[in-house]
Every structure is written in structure tokens, then in C-alpha cells.
């Protein structure tokens, strides 16, 4: 792959989980998740806990910031939902990075830019300065005309210049010297303590543990796991994010993984009904596109309301 590539702007084009436990409601961080403390003296002491945040009160308010940024209010993982995202009083925020031909780290969910820039052509098959062309903000609405794919790099600067921390799923199959540019950037950036690396590829994984070490790891899985334990354990993951098809497939998934300290978060889940669903069982976070619904159903059937 491409040598480490730090993508250097101007000054002007520098654009900058509620945590519940079964019974129990409390605040939302973002992500597009709200997380879910797990109790008891093992999960007191888990690298999950730790780094999905302080434990909270039943009751206390939520907001929530959505699945690549607020999506609800901009164009999805660009600044302007990024920024949206880390406005509020959350702790997480969630994003998609892809690797440029020229090997600069992109914020970008699909494979190709088609979607969501008024352009065409695979990712990886573009160099940044060819996508930093396009418009990835006009298909949303006139309004975000003009705003750009941001570079990991960018978006490393913003989430400094808050008190918040990141989920960053890693797209595809990356090798350990792309995972290696990853960790130079959070290095960098002073934000290897606030970033959980995702994927769900076990080779990215496996290369995230051997080549960025200190930066937290969180396993994808659209199925369910053969054991999920050891599944998890085995690179060094704090938790497993799924869907609720494998979940209500495996009524004892989420108490197995918290028995040993993991987490378990749940995607992309936009009624009440499924989000009713997932607390029951003991999710420790809830990935949604709907924030601002989440958030104002969960104050609303938090105890005392």
C-alpha cells in the first residue's frame, strides 16, 4: 500500500451509551449509541466499562448523536454531522474510514462514492485529491452543497477539540500497514485512549491487535459467532456489536458476553418497539439513525416520568 500519507489542509478548508441495565434506564452517549452500563463487580473492572464511560444514574437525560454523525440533520460522515454529533452532551461518536489509492484515510461508509457525492468510482480506486472534488453534501440538500469527504485526519482534529471519543469502524480488509497508518494518525493526534476501532473482518481485527495495540477493538458480527467469548476474547475485543436477528436468536448471548466483562451493542435499530426490545435484553448500546427520537423516548419512560 501507500506510504503514510498525512493530508495537510488550509485553515479554511480545515472544517472541523444511555446506559442501562435490565429494569433500569439511564443516559445515552453517542455513537449513534446509548450505552448501557454493566453492573455488578466483574463489569466495575472491564476495559468495557472503562471505556464505554461512567456508569449512569436511572433517570438522568440522554441525547444521542447518530449512526455517521448526525445523519438526521446533515449529509452522513461529513463535518457537518460530525460536528452535530460532538455538540451535544454525549460521549461517543460513530464513523466509517476507507483507504484512498494514494493511501490517505477517508470517512466514508460505502465502497463506492456514488451514493453520496455527486460523483462515481470505488474509493480505493480514487486519490484523495480526486474525491476531495466532489460534492458529498448536495444529495442531502442545498443547503450542505459544497461540503467535502473528510480525511481521517480531520475528523481526529475535530473530535480533540472536544471532550468526546469515537467509534471508528474500519471498512473492508485492512493490512497491518494500513492499520499501522490509523494508529500513527491517533498517535499523533492524542487519541489512542478515546477511539474503539470496529470491523468486521477478522483479518482487520487481527492486524488492529498487532499493529495498534493500545487503541480499543470492538468485533462486528452479522451472525452469530460460533463462541462468541472466545471470539471476542481472541483479539483482544471489549465487545460485540450485532444485530437484533442474532440476538433474539440467542437469548443468552448478552448475559455470557457480560459474565466476563464484554459489551454487546446492538445496529441499526430505529423504532420503539426494537428499541424496547433491545433494552430488555441488557444491550449495552444501541446503534440508530433516529437519534433525536431515542432520545426523547428514552427520557420519556425513564422512571419517574
Not at 60 to 68: F, N, Q, T, V, Y
Not at 79 to 104: C, H, K, N, Q, Y
Amino acid at each position: 500500500m501507500a506510504t503514510h500519507y498525512r493530508a495537510r489542509m488550509n485553515g479554511s478548508d480545515r472544517v472541523a451509551l444511555q446506559v442501562v441495565r435490565r429494569g433500569m434506564t439511564a443516559s445515552a452517549m453517542t455513537l449513534g449509541l446509548v450505552l448501557v452500563p454493566i453492573l455488578g463487580p466483574a463489569a466495575e473492572r472491564s476495559t468495557a466499562a472503562t471505556m464505554f464511560g461512567t456508569l449512569r444514574a436511572p433517570g438522568e437525560p440522554a441525547l444521542i448523536a447518530g449512526h455517521r454523525g448526525d445523519r438526521s440533520t446533515a449529509p452522513e460522515n461529513t463535518i457537518a454531522a460530525l460536528t452535530a454529533a460532538l455538540a451535544g452532551p454525549m460521549v461517543f461518536v460513530e464513523t466509517d474510514v476507507r483507504l484512498t489509492s494514494d493511501g490517505v484515510p477517508v470517512l466514508i461508509h460505502d465502497e463506492t462514492v456514488d451514493r453520496t457525492t455527486n460523483g462515481t468510482g470505488r474509493v480505493d480506486e480514487m486519490t484523495f485529491a480526486e474525491l476531495r472534488s466532489l460534492d458529498a453534501g448536495s444529495w442531502f440538500s442545498s443547503v450542505h452543497s459544497g461540503e467535502h469527504i473528510p480525511s481521517l485526519e480531520e475528523f481526529l482534529d475535530l473530535l480533540a477539540e472536544s471532550r468526546k471519543k469515537a467509534m471508528i469502524e474500519l471498512k473492508g480488509v485492512w493490512s497491518p500497514e494500513a492499520v499501522s497508518l490509523v494508529d500513527s494518525l491517533l498517535a499523533e493526534s492524542g487519541m489512542r485512549s478515546r477511539v474503539v476501532l470496529a470491523s468486521f473482518e477478522p483479518e482487520t481485527l487481527a492486524a488492529a491487535q498487532s499493529h495498534a495495540p493500545s487503541v480499543e477493538r470492538a468485533i462486528l458480527g452479522r451472525e452469530m459467532l460460533t463462541d462468541p467469548v472466545a471470539e471476542v476474547s481472541a483479539v483482544g475485543a471489549i465487545a460485540l456489536i450485532t444485530n437484533a436477528k442474532v440476538l433474539a436468536a440467542n437469548p443468552g448471548l448478552v448475559d455470557s458476553l457480560h459474565d466476563v466483562g464484554l459489551g454487546v451493542l446492538i445496529y441499526t435499530l430505529n423504532e420503539e418497539q426494537s428499541w424496547a426490545e433491545a433494552l430488555a435484553m441488557g444491550v449495552d448500546g444501541i446503534i440508530t439513525d433516529t437519534p433525536s427520537s431515542l432520545d426523547g423516548w428514552l427520557a420519556d419512560t425513564a422512571p419517574g416520568t
